[in-house]
């Protein structure tokens, strides 16, 4: 790493000029530790529910939410389901359900149920 130069602004605000490789290194290293925060924060989230009795997934599920997957989409891919077979079950919407998995739009109590129901699985799941 070589030595950071600092410049003045007339005003007096002081400014690093860095080369641009470690300045890059820098973003990357600070998108893990935002990354890694996230995936301890989830961690503690489940190992909370799991502590008050609550939810408890499958690994595999698990593993693709710790990936940003949405607990809909996880638990589908899980159950080995298309979205287009889940809507037909279900009688929702394709389109509708990609929302719902994208976090554009939130279930209704009955929408979940029926989800629940069609993938077999607890309706907290989906909660």
């Not at 408890?56 to 589908?76: D, M, N, T």
Request: aromatic letters at 4%; charged letters at 30%.
């Amino acid at each position: 790493m070589s030595a950071p130069q600092i410049i003045r602004t007339p005003a007096g605000e002081e400014l690093v000029v860095l080369p641009r490789a470690e300045y890059e290194a820098l973003l990357e290293r600070a998108d893990h530790e935002t990354e890694d925060a996230d995936d301890v924060a989830v961690y503690d989230t489940r190992k909370a529910e799991l502590a008050a009795g609550g939810v408890v997934l499958p690994p595999e599920v698990s593993a693709a939410i710790l990936r940003g997957e949405s607990r809909l989409r996880a638990i589908r891919h899980w159950r080995d389901v298309t979205q287009l077979h889940l809507a037909f079950k279900t009688d929702i919407g394709q389109g509708y359900l990609s929302d719902l998995e994208s976090g554009r739009r939130t279930g209704t109590p009955e929408t979940l149920a029926k989800l629940a129901q069609a993938l077999n699985v607890s309706v907290e799941w989906l909660s």
